[in-house]
């Protein structure tokens, strides 16, 4: 399956998670499962939100977001890596490759930045609730929507602009199920140093920025409610932050322990663990949760309910 020749290769190899075939059959049912509630998740979220004009605050304004990345970056990754366990067919070409690969950067980076406006808007209204009408105006959010993204569209831009200039002369075989730049580096028969080092400045600032944000907004929030008298006030502010900071610690967990070290330290089995969790288990886990806590959420699904059926009956 190797190409050893002087001319770059015109597709690659995805080899997936096994070659088990009993084991693939597990993994295609189990993956199927998760994409499945994925879509349904962060679809109905997304819906919820809409709908719901009780939910058109900021926090919800950015948990939509978050959905649509989420389904987003699942979509990317889950059907091919369904296919590849499915059938034998494992080609990729050369631009879908790096097409996959622009798209995941993308959606990422800009979810580690949605993370930490998510924190920011958190830190607001439990630090400075009689201000937050005023600081988390929808002119805000949105500003801070948009650099996500235009970040997030520069970042990636960058590093497969890097990646996709080196010569893949040696080998066509991707040891992973998706393509992720690491596995691709490995790869190449020239000097990656230089392209190594890009990849990690850019990977590092974008998780520095959103972490060092995170971190002082829940500094600021722990100190904060640590002077709250009311237990039941502790207990409600407590709530309303451990659901975003389970996602954040599973989510940054995960792509620090893949991204921030040299290619060369790339470990096939711990990597592709840590690459399913946050590519295919996170993007599941969001929705559920933001949602099972969520008082706010389960109740505005009741007003939808009901709001339906009382339609129903008016037609």
Avoid at 120 to 128: E, F, G, K, S, T
Wanted: contains cysteine.
């Amino acid at each position: 399956m190797g190409r050893k020749n002087n001319t770059n290769v015109s597709d690659f190899i995805l080899m997936g998670l096994t070659d088990s075939v009993e084991m693939r059959l597990v993994l295609f049912s189990l993956f199927l499962l998760i994409y499945l509630v994925t879509v349904l998740g962060n679809a109905g979220m997304i819906l919820l939100i809409r709908l719901d004009l009780q939910l058109h605050t900021p926090m919800y304004f950015f948990l939509s977001h978050l959905s649509f990345l989420d389904l987003s970056y699942s979509t990317v990754i889950t059907p091919k890596t369904l296919e590849n366990l499915l059938t034998s067919n494992k080609y990729i070409s050369f631009g879908g490759c790096f097409t996959q690969m622009y798209f995941f950067v993308f959606l990422a980076a800009t979810e580690c930045l949605l993370l930490s406006s998510m924190a920011y808007d958190r830190y607001v209204a439990i630090c400075n609730p009689l201000q937050y009408p005023v600081v988390m105006s929808m002119t805000l959010c949105r500003s801070f929507i948009t650099g996500s993204y235009m970040i997030g569209f520069i970042d990636s831009f960058v590093n497969v602009l890097c990646v996709n200039r080196l010569h893949f002369c040696d080998s066509n075989v991707v040891h992973h199920f998706f393509c992720d730049i690491t596995p691709i580096l490995v790869l190449s028969c020239t000097d990656t140093h230089d392209v190594e080092i890009i990849v990690f400045i850019l990977a590092g600032s974008t998780l520095m920025v959103s972490l060092i944000t995170i971190s002082v907004s829940y500094a600021s929030i722990l100190s904060t409610i640590l002077k709250i008298s009311s237990t039941l006030g502790k207990q409600k502010a407590f709530s309303t932050c451990a659901s975003h900071l389970l996602g954040v610690s599973i989510f940054y967990g995960t792509i620090i322990f893949t991204y921030l070290k040299p290619s060369k330290s790339y470990s096939l089995g711990k990597d592709q663990v840590a690459s399913v969790f946050y590519t295919i288990v996170i993007p599941m886990l969001n929705p559920l949760i933001y949602s099972l806590r969520n008082k706010d959420v389960k109740n505005a699904v009741i007003r939808v309910t009901q709001k339906r059926h009382s339609m129903r009956h008016l037609r």
